[in-house]
């Protein structure tokens, strides 16, 4: 059951990506999952359960491919800069997320019931953010007046423009890294 699963939340993510929430048919869904759309139901209830799964699903994906080299312990810096880097990357499965995560974040905006996910994701994001600046404070490496959850809420939040112009194309991919690079130097010292 877990692989049908898995299957109908990587074709609501590409579908999403590709038509937006507004182009999601279950019927299709289920013909590009391979699955009846009685699973689909038995699965995930109703459309808000497979929004909420598929935002889950994008979230913890997202997780992987922005993994960084850099240990946060020893070094907290790296590790924070190069995970904010990785979310704007030209590979496939980033640019489906990024793309999908856009289009359910503007959703939200008419579709309460997906804001509270949203920002519990959000929450969980920045959170970590502020915990790497305030490791990179106690190493000396950002300065101690900087305050880690107002740049932790302003990277992240630039992070999702950066990669909502790139996609759209009004940035090239080394501008919008390039863009980014500049924020973290500004936001936390260089």
Not at 69 to 89: I, K, N, S, V, Y
Not at 164 to 172: D, N
Request: charged fraction near 30%.
């Amino acid at each position: 059951m877990a692989g049908r699963r898995t299957a109908i939340l990587e074709a609501a993510a590409r579908s999403i990506a590709q038509r937006g929430i507004r182009g999601l048919r279950v019927e299709e869904l289920a013909e590009e999952a391979g699955v009846s759309t009685s699973l689909i139901y038995y699965h995930f209830q109703d459309r808000s359960g497979l929004l909420a799964s598929t935002l889950e699903f994008i979230n913890a994906r997202a997780e992987r491919y922005t993994d960084p080299a850099a240990d946060p312990d020893t070094d907290p810096r790296g590790h924070l800069e190069q995970m904010l880097l990785l979310e704007l990357q030209d590979e496939a499965v980033v640019v489906e997320n990024s793309t999908a995560w856009g289009e359910l974040r503007a959703t939200a905006v008419f579709q309460p019931e997906l804001r509270r996910q949203l920002r519990t994701t959000t929450d969980r994001w920045t959170d970590y953010t502020s915990d790497l600046i305030q490791r990179c404070q106690r190493r000396g490496t950002v300065p101690p007046e900087v305050s880690a959850e107002d740049a932790a809420d302003r990277l992240t939040a630039l992070v999702e423009g950066l990669s909502k112009r790139w996609l759209s194309g009004s940035l090239t991919l080394e501008r919008a890294r390039d863009l980014l690079r500049g924020a973290i130097a500004v936001e936390l010292g260089p």
